[in-house]
């Protein structure tokens, strides 16, 4: 799965005042993270102290999702550009460097 492939697949909407983010909009929010990338998606997940819930990262060819996991089973999932994604990735305090490939 790629950028492009989940721009056009779903519909996403701006995240205000931060470039390169988008949220999914029109899903049930309790879509998986793999309903969304497909099957064999590899994510990794992080618990930090700047988000209140699991932190679910998955790289791709020019950005990459970060989905929040919240305790009721429900998901925020997030599409990013390559800079929206490094930056955000920065704000959580979260390096995955050497972790994950595109």
């Known amino acids: 799965m790629t950028l492009d492939d989940l721009m056009k697949a779903w519909t996403w909407r701006p995240i205000p005042g931060c470039p390169g983010r988008y949220t999914l909009r029109e899903a049930s929010p309790y879509l ?7 099957p ?12 209140k819930d699991a932190v679910l990262v998955v790289s791709l060819d020019r950005g990459g999702v ?3 996991k919240r305790d009721d089973g429900s998901f925020l999932h997030t599409l990013n550009t390559e800079e929206g994604f490094e930056r955000k990735l920065a704000q959580l305090g979260i ?8």
């Not at 064999?40 to 988000?51: D, K, T």
Request: charged letters at 25%; aromatic letters at 6%; a negative charge.
């Open 66 to 68: 970060i989905s929040y």
């Open 32 to 38: 998986s993270l793999e309903a969304l990338l497909g």
């Open 95 to 102: 390096d995955v460097r050497g972790e994950i490939e595109s």
């Open 40 to 51: 064999g998606a590899q994510a990794i997940e992080f618990r930090v102290e700047a988000a």
